[in-house]
């Protein structure tokens, strides 16, 4: 993962601020190593019996290696307050927006949507450890990239299931907080390619593993891979089939956390035991969630949006595996 090349004015406006304190940084090292040298040398005993020159301190000296570095940092401080306010990810310099806000916070809403115009939003939800993109129309949900239309505006409008996680696509412009109840926006505007970047605040075991990828393409092919996604996203399914439902629950994750007396699904973490799940009235122990198979479907697509916070991961089943499940599930008495 690389910063370089920068590919939005964000990315660029980071860059430049990189140069120069790494001009700057080089300038010092010069002058500090060169002095350093210069006195080795300069000061050095020349003779066995001689004793070199005895310095015990020097007001100007000192003066000056204490104000010229606090001068240099002031500016650096100074450009990169600059620099922050001028990035597009934080709105405009006309209408600036906060970049993190609460959910709900509706005048926080409407500035953000006044700050750019944008060609197209992109839900994007943070958790361990998936970034899941959710695209307009709510028919299309990737998780392994992130594909956007090229020389476009894009806007994500970013929230975390469960921890604090970071958006951070080096080449795109700056590092930007995932939190848990709160809203966080990004604009950008790329060229057609590949760019990699990753969850860059520490989320848990597999953090490392939360990559994240853009991938961006002409419109036209965009649109291609968008009515893609969305013909497999309504394909047909047929009716479940409890006992594929079954096979696949047994050879799945969902045995890892949940438990069926005499199967091989022996998982604790789910608290409510599956043995006889039919019998239940509600999902989830959800108010209002009625056991039934249109809830149970909701569920399995969705746990979260159902049960805000709960433990049950999106697993992005397909619909097939969904209908398969709840004809199983709905057989245990
Ligand atoms: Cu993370």
Known sequence: MSMLPPVTEDARLIKALYDLVFWLAVGVFVLVEGLLIYSVIRFRRRRADELPLQVHGNRTLELIWTIVPSVLIAIVFGLAVDTMTRMTARGTLANPVAHVHAIGDQQARRRVEAAQPVDMVIEVIGRQWVWQYRYPGGDVITTEELVVPANKNIRLDMTAADVIHAWWMPQLGPMIYVNPGEMSYVWFNVPPGEYVGQCNVYCGVAHANMIARVRALPQAEFDEWFAQQSAAASVAVEPGDPERGRNYFMNSACVACHYIEGTKAQGKVAPRDLTRFATYP???????????????????KDPQSLKPGTAMPNLNLKAQDVEDLVAYLLTLR
């Open 282 to 300: 509600t999902i989830a122990q959800v108010d209002g969630l009625e056991n039934n198979a249109e809830n149970l479907r909701r569920w399995l």
